[in-house]
């Protein structure tokens, strides 16, 4: 069966410092996959997606990228937190139009 | 283009009372149609799909959705409300199924609360 790993579940981290979210994906292959973010209150804002190794699509600008290093591997960084970059961060894959999602990231950025 | 509108971001039922989150959405082209629900700190669970069949459909946890064209909506229902179903419950719009990278669209969600 295809399960997605997401992890670590929570993360506090200073203004300014670095961030790696990793998402992996089993049971698939050449799954198209997301990272989505959910600020409080708010609902879900796609960030970036991906349909194979190295094809990254980037919705927003902002102080994030992603990388598809591997064909079941999905990572978000930045390389300076900004404050704004708080909230839930779930990563996501796609199949038949169906989204699967990761059990998400609380990242709270001090 | 396509785009959810997910009528009250809070809403709140007695146990036992009609469950009713209500979503229009608009599409250029025939829509498939998600309710997720998400619960606290969790990642988000899918409750039912439309995908040009029945109009009605049946998802899990006793709730069901009804596709109605002719007045863009997909909202969700359940007959009696139970107190684990305190959530958030998020509306969807995907231009259909297709395996590629188009993705969906979700409203804003709609917090549900249920009072005993």
């Known amino acids: 069966s295809q399960t997605i790993h997401q992890w670590p579940a929570t993360l506090v981290q200073p203004v300014g410092s670095p961030l790696s979210l990793e998402c992996t994906v089993e049971g698939t292959s050449n799954p198209n996959l997301y990272w989505y973010r959910q600020a409080a209150g708010r609902g879900l804002q796609l960030l970036f997606y991906?349909?194979?190794?190295?094809?990254i699509s980037s919705e927003v600008p902002q102080n994030l990228s992603a990388s598809r290093p591997q064909d079941r591997q999905f990572i978000l960084s930045s390389k300076k937190l900004l404050l704004s970059d708080s909230g839930f961060y779930l990563c996501?894959?796609?199949?038949?139009?169906?989204?699967?999602f990761g059990s998400g990231t609380q990242l709270s950025v001090l | 283009a396509q785009s959810v509108t997910q009528l009250g971001s809070h809403v709140s039922v007695s146990e036992g009372a009609l469950v009713l989150l209500r979503c229009n959405y608009s599409s250029s082209v025939p829509p498939y149609l998600f309710w997720y629900v998400q619960y606290p700190n969790q990642g988000l669970q899918l409750l039912l799909k439309y995908t040009s069949a029945a109009t009605l459909v049946k998802g899990i946890n006793g709730f069901e959705a009804e596709f109605k064209k002719s007045e863009t909506s997909f909202h969700l229902t359940k007959p009696s409300a139970h107190m684990s179903d305190a959530a958030e419950y998020f509306c969807?719009?995907?231009?259909?199924?297709?395996?590629?990278?188009?993705?969906?669209?979700f409203g804003s969600g709609t917090q549900l609360t249920v009072l005993p």
């Open positions: 991906s349909v194979g190794i190295g094809q």
């Open positions: 969807a719009v995907s231009a259909g199924a297709s395996g590629s990278a188009r993705q969906l669209t």
């Open positions: 996501a894959w796609r199949i038949s139009g169906e989204l699967f």
